[in-house]
T-cell receptor, first 115, second 109 residues
Framework: DGGITQSPKYLFRKEGQNVTLSCEQN?????MYWYRQDPGQGLRLIYY???????QKGDIAEGYSVSREKKESFPLTVTSAQKNPTAFYLC??????????????FGPGTRLTVT | DAKTTQPPSMDCAEGRAANLPCNHS???????VYWYRQIHSQGPQYIIH???NNETNEMASLIITEDRKSSTLILPHATLRDTAVYYC??????????FGEGTQLTVNP
């Protein structure tokens, strides 16, 4: 099955620890994205990558870092600098923009709780 | 990106058409209108998008007014599984989507 995999579904960490969330896709998509969702709110863009070895900050990048060493993988690290890390994190992918518009495909999400 | 405005909630009877409105009065000429939905605790699902013309696919129809200042997503025969939050987004390429709070659609038996 083609799709996006995020693991784990639930993640618990102590305050002050960095944590890395996994995102893998086998859709052969060039672009990948990370979003954060807080209860009752819409999604906010953290980082996105249009191509391997390149990525851009989204609207709320502070306290997060990413890497894009492989086309199919886009891990997100939530650092200890992120003041309110507890949230639902969603990864998405799409074909790369080539002058037209493309839909994004989302993974099932990782619910991170930091205490 | 243009700001979009949606009602916070709507109800629909099962089997009837669900018509979800969206206002995007500041939309620019190169911004598409996208619709996604999110069932509770899952990742959002793409539904449909359009620029000027009305669009239809296996999930829904998208009606965009001639002045492009508003649009309506139509689910022709709503089922209980269509209960979700529906997001309307205006954006140029689909790469920097801004999800607002959307419309909570509840389909009632």
């Amino acid at each position: 099955d083609g799709g996006i995999t995020q693991s784990p579904k639930y993640l618990f960490r102590k305050e002050g620890q960095n944590v890395t969330l996994s995102c893998e896709q086998n859709l052969n998509h060039d672009a990948m994205y990370w979003y954060r969702q807080d209860p009752g709110q819409g999604l906010r863009l953290i980082y996105y990558s249009q191509i391997v070895n390149d990525f851009q900050k989204g609207d709320i990048a502070e306290g997060y870092s990413v890497s894009r060493e492989k086309k199919e993988s886009f891990p997100l690290t939530v650092t200890s600098a992120q003041k309110n890390p507890t949230a639902f994190y969603l990864c998405a992918s799409s074909r790369r923009r080539t002058g037209s518009s493309y839909e994004q495909y989302f993974g099932p999400g990782t619910r991170l709780t930091v205490t | 990106d243009a700001k979009t405005t949606q009602p916070p909630s709507m109800d629909c009877a099962e089997g009837r058409a669900a018509n979800l409105p969206c206002n995007h009065s500041t939309i620019s000429g190169n911004e598409y209108v996208y619709w996604y939905r999110q069932i509770h605790s899952q990742g959002p699902q793409y539904i449909i998008h359009g620029l000027k013309n009305n669009e239809t696919n296996e999930m829904a129809s998208l009606i965009i007014t001639e002045d492009r200042k508003s649009s309506t997503l139509i689910l022709p025969h709503a089922t209980l599984r269509d209960t979700a939050v529906y997001y309307c987004i205006a954006e140029t390429s689909g790469s920097r989507l801004t999800f607002g709070e959307g419309t909570q659609l509840t389909v009632n038996p």
